[in-house]
């Protein structure tokens, strides 16, 4: 059980277009989904915090008109990364948690994005 | 501010050896410390958790051992096999609001065989 998926797992895209990310809880109901990014042989930044029905938390520095999230039921929470650029380039990871009370995030597989 | 720091940076340990990654926290509201095992292009699997009333848990070949007065708390890896061979994270959460996780800068772990 918990498992969490995310879609696509890798996308190019060209300068200047949207790209949009998938993540899915597939067996359970997550109330809250996180949203990572991380560069290569670092560690896991958190970008922002999703809770289904209300509008995301962003982390400091994180632009929110450039990473729109979506969060529109218990089980997907929408990445989109709007006008990308090579610096955008990284491996997006998403978490779900199960309950507001529960610890435990379990992490998709990530998708890599490469922007020319 | 780095409120989770980890150490060392990279690991190299003999087939059949203990593995020792060691982090040190600084918020005494954390309250919730999970170590993720993360293999190339993949996302972060949770190994084994611990919290602050307990100051060792073990499953299977992992262990955790928590120091709260130090703030500080290791993963064991007994018996480490190649396939254990991979970057490991520790981080930390509070059990108020977000709940989100601080995560240390990882540990690449290489075993040889």
């Known amino acids: 059980g918990a498992v969490v998926s995310q879609h696509p797992s890798w996308v190019i895209c060209k300068s200047g277009t949207s790209v949009k990310i998938e993540c899915r809880s597939l067996d359970f109901q997550a109330t809250t989904m996180f949203w990572y990014r991380q560069f290569p042989k670092q560690s896991l930044m958190l970008m922002a915090t999703s809770n289904e029905g209300s509008k995301a938390t962003y982390e400091q520095g994180v632009e929110k008109d450039k990473f729109l999230i979506n969060h529109a039921s218990l089980t997907l929470s929408t990445l989109t990364v709007t006008s990308a650029h090579p610096e955008d380039s990284s491996f997006y990871i998403c978490?779900?948690?199960?309950?507001?009370?529960?610890?435990?995030?379990?992490f998709g597989p990530g998708t890599r994005l490469t922007v020319l | 501010q780095q409120q989770v720091k980890q150490s060392p940076q990279s690991l190299i340990v003999q087939k059949g050896g203990i593995s020792i990654i060691n982090c040190a926290y600084e918020?005494?509201?954390?309250?919730?410390f999970p170590w993720y095992q993360q293999f190339p292009g993949k996302g972060p699997a949770l190994l084994i958790a611990?919290?602050?009333?307990?100051s060792e848990k073990k499953e299977g070949r992992f262990t955790i051992s928590f120091n709260k007065s130090a703030k500080q708390f290791s993963l064991h890896i007994m018996d480490s096999q190649p396939g254990d061979s991979a970057t490991y994270f520790c981080a930390a959460s509070k059990n108020t609001g977000r709940r989100a996780l601080t995560f240390g800068s990882g540990t690449r772990l290489q075993v040889q065989p």
């Open positions: 918020n005494t509201a954390f309250d919730y």
């Open positions: 611990i919290r602050p009333d307990v």
């Open positions: 978490s779900a948690r199960q309950g507001a009370s529960e610890d435990t995030q379990y």
